[in-house]
């Protein structure tokens, strides 16, 4: 079992920035992929920012020149930078892990809550 965890959301003023921090632990061998998801009130699950299993990153155009994803591989860690944040950054987000070399499968964490307002 693996278990995926999200922190650093919370409420900031438009133009502020916050950090997301997601860890992956248990039985872990091999992570192929990490990246991170939001869903907006109403809206449906969205990619914003991801690492494939080649290392490279992919990036919504929404987000693109405003966050940066980022890892430490030792560590099984994610991190997301989201700076000059928009109203429309509100959602929760969701870090997954897909884990495994033969046996692959993805785990998601709870969430955490990123609110951008005056």
């Known amino acids: 079992q693996v278990h995926v965890v999200e922190s650093g959301g919370g409420l900031v003023q438009p133009g502020g920035s916050l950090r997301l921090s997601c860890a992956a632990s248990?039985?872990?061998?091999?992570?192929?992929?990490m990246g991170w998801y939001r869903q907006a009130p109403g809206k449906q699950r969205e990619v914003v920012a991801t690492f494939t299993s080649g290392g490279s990153t992919n990036y919504a155009s929404s987000v693109k020149g405003r966050f940066t994803i980022s890892r430490d591989n030792a560590k099984n860690t994610v991190y997301l930078q989201m700076n000059s944040l928009k109203p429309e950054d509100t959602a929760v987000y969701y870090c997954y892990a897909t884990v495994g070399t033969r046996d692959i499968r993805t785990y998601w964490g709870q969430g955490t809550q990123v609110t951008v307002s005056s």
């Open positions: 248990g039985s872990i061998f091999s992570i192929n992929a």
